[in-house]
């Protein structure tokens, strides 16, 4: 059975930071693009950041870029969201996501696999 596990959830007051996580099993973890997506209430599901199958390249949205930071660990069958420098508009339920290694980063391509999702509170 396919699972995606998020864990991390957490009330933090602007400005802090906050470190997700995501574990995976069920399928071969070490050949899929990893993705984190995101949906704030009232909102639809909006991408955050992905990272490809080995690691060694990542693309962010605009909004996150430059605070949040994206890491994969393929010998715990793991993935990471650093954030940094939170802010209201962060607040949300994150999810972690997988589909196999032949599109690139950039690709519009669905997700295969997802997680149930992890809630992200940003106090003012």
């Known amino acids: 059975q396919v699972r995606l596990v998020e864990s991390g959830a957490g009330l933090v007051q602007a400005g802090g930071s906050l470190r997700l996580s995501c574990a995976a099993s069920?399928?071969?973890?070490?050949?899929?693009?990893m993705g984190w997506f995101r949906q704030a209430p009232g909102k639809e599901r909006e991408f955050v950041a992905a990272?490809?199958?080995?690691?060694?390249?990542?693309y962010y949205a605009d909004s996150v870029k430059g605070r949040f930071t994206m890491y994969r660990d393929n010998a715990k069958n793991t993935v990471s969201l650093q954030m940094n420098s939170l802010n209201a508009e962060d607040t949300a339920v994150y999810y972690c996501?997988?589909?196999?290694?032949?599109?690139?980063?950039?690709?519009?391509?669905?997700?295969?696999?997802w997680g149930q999702g992890t809630q992200v509170t940003v106090s003012s």
């Open positions: 990272i490809n199958w080995n690691g060694d390249n990542t």
């Open positions: 996501a997988a589909r196999q290694r032949y599109w690139g980063l950039t690709s519009m391509a669905p997700y295969y696999y």
């Open positions: 069920g399928f071969s973890f070490s050949t899929y693009t």
